[in-house]
């Protein structure tokens, strides 16, 4: 892979683990970019946790460009959305 800069390869090689990361999906009629926070990992997030409080575990925001260079990632990825596309863990599928 070609990546834009090294914090957005990070980024991509976190997805669906604890902290941030960016999830690419391509099932919307453009392909979108999420900037993604999760306080636990995909794998052990379990919906049946009860708080006395609101609790969100994970959540993200839609991006249109590079949070490390600026790059505009359609423009960028536009060609390798199969190899980063991860539908399976964009948030309200
Ligand atoms: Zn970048």
């Known amino acids: ?12 090689a976190a997805a669906g683990q604890r ?3 960016v999830v690419v999906t391509s099932r919307a009629a453009v392909p979108l970019f999420f ?8 794998e052990v997030e379990d919906p049946r946790v009860d708080t006395p409080y609101p609790l969100t575990l994970a959540t993200q925001q839609s991006i249109g460009y ?3 260079c600026g790059t505009c990632l359609r423009e960028r990825y536009d060609q390798q959305l199969d190899a980063l596309r991860r539908d399976d863990l964009v948030l309200g599928s």
């Open 1 to 12: 892979m070609d990546w834009c800069c090294a914090i957005f390869e990070d980024l991509i």
């Open 19 to 21: 902290g941030m990361a």
């Open 35 to 42: 900037l993604q926070a999760r306080a636990v990992s995909a």
């Open 66 to 68: 590079c949070p490390g």
